[in-house]
Each structure stands twice: as C-alpha cells, then as structure tokens.
T-cell receptor, first 114, second 117 residues
Framework: DAGVIQSPRHEVTEMGQEVTLRCKPI?????LFWYRQTMMRGLELLIY????????DSGMPEDRFSAKMPNASFSTLKIQPSEPRDSAVYFC????????????FGPGTRLTVL | AQKITQTQPGMFVQEKEAVTLDCTYD???????LFWYKQPSSGEMIFLIY??????QNATEGRYSLNFQKARKSANLVISASQLGDSAMYFC??????????????FGKGTKLSVKP
C-alpha cells in the first residue's frame, strides 16, 4: 500500500498567486482530512470529507481557501490568492470506516508564500 | 480554554529507560477518543495509540501504553525501553464524538522528546 500521497512536497510561491495542493488517500478509505501545521497554531483541522462530501469546513480560515473531493481517490486544497501567513505544512490524512480511529497522514506539503 | 494540554515542551530520557509524556484534556462529551501521534524530524505524522473513553483497560501497543485516568482527565503516554529512534515530537489529540469537533482531531502543542545514548 502506497499510503497517503501528497503533491507537491514543497511549494514556494509569491503573494497573490494561486496555490493548489493535491492528495490521494489510501484506497478504500472513506474519510479524508486536511490539516495545517504552523509553529504558532500547531496542528489544526481545516476540513474533512466523508464519502467525498464535505462534512465540517469550520476550520477553513477564510474564503481564500477552498477544498474539493471530486472522487474517492483525489482531493485538492486551493488557496487563492495566497498570502505570507498561509506559509505552513499542509497535511492530508485518511481513515476507513472500520478503523476510523486510525488516521493515516501523508508526508505533508511545505508551503512558503513570499 | 485549551482542549488538549501538553505541559512539557521538551523532555530528555536516557536510552533504555522509560519515559512518560503528559497530556490532559477538557471535554464535557460522554464519548470521546484520545490519541497519540509521533512526528519525527522528517515531518510525517505517525499514529501510535488510541484510547476510547469507555474502554475499561489502558491501551497498549508494543512499547507504548496509554495511562488513562478518566477522573483526572489525563491520558499520559508511556514509552518503555526508549530507543534513539524515539527522538521526535509527540502529539496528544482528542476526538469528541458528539461535540462540535465531531469527526476531527484536536491536537495539543506537542512535547519534544530527546533520547540520549
């Protein structure tokens, strides 16, 4: 099993640019989570999906952030326009209904907005 | 108020000794889960152990055990026989099954563990 796959692993962009982060969950998993990790705020949930449907997006910081899950094997997190304060590591995680208590995390995308 | 509190920003332990990482939590939900994750310097998050609020026995996974004291609202992680590879950040997390954070994990700030040879 390849685990959760995220791309890119590193992204450097300039303020105002659009950024798209990608995630492929583990095959067969029903839940997908997007987290953000910063030194100041720690690790916090942005949004999560169940069977491709967004369930809780209360952690999405503002309208500049959007997430989609068009099918069971792909999700995107988009930031438009990006700002320096969006610099963070973004993690995608997935879990199955049967083993819901174990979330498998991807390697993360380190985003730097200049 | 913080839902998850980890009071030890950093800890040192001698190789082969046991170490306890503290975690206290705050919730009014009757059903919740407690988790520990390890984050090595490479950055990935690794699930270690889970304890449900209704579980009668403390969870164990190999060298990891969770010292669950419900009345005190604590969920300390015990690592036995520390190894150099245990050096990492450790995060305690909680999921409230019926509360506003239903479905997601709330993480503490983490404890950095350093194992000395």
């Amino acid at each position: 099993d390849a685990g959760v796959i995220q791309s890119p692993r590193h992204e450097v962009t300039e303020m105002g640019q659009e950024v798209t982060l990608r995630c492929k969950p583990i095959s067969g998993h029903d839940y997908l989570f997007w987290y953000r990790q910063t030194m100041m705020r720690g690790l916090e949930l942005l949004i999560y999906f169940n069977n491709n449907v967004p369930i809780d997006d209360s952690g999405m910081p503002e309208d500049r952030f959007s997430a989609k899950m068009p099918n069971a094997s792909f999700s995107t997190l988009k930031i438009q326009p990006s700002e320096p304060r969006d610099s963070a590591v973004y993690f995608c995680a997935s879990s199955s209904y049967d083993r819901y208590n174990e979330q498998f995390f991807g390697p993360g995308t380190r985003l730097t907005v200049l | 108020a913080q839902k998850i509190t980890q009071t030890q920003p950093g800890m040192f332990v001698q190789e082969k000794e046991a170490v306890t990482l503290d975690c206290t939590y705050d919730t009014s939900d009757p059903s919740y889960g407690l988790f520990w994750y390890k984050q090595p310097s490479s950055g990935e998050m690794i699930f270690l152990i889970y304890q449900g609020s209704y579980d009668q026995q403390n969870a164990t996974e190999g060298r990891y055990s969770l010292n669950f004291q419900k009345a005190r609202k604590s969920a300390n992680l015990v690592i036995s026989a520390s190894q150099l590879g245990d050096s990492a950040m450790y995060f305690c997390a909680m999921r409230e099954d019926y509360g506003g954070s239903q479905g997601n994990l709330i993480f503490g700030k983490g404890t950095k563990l350093s194992v000395k040879p």
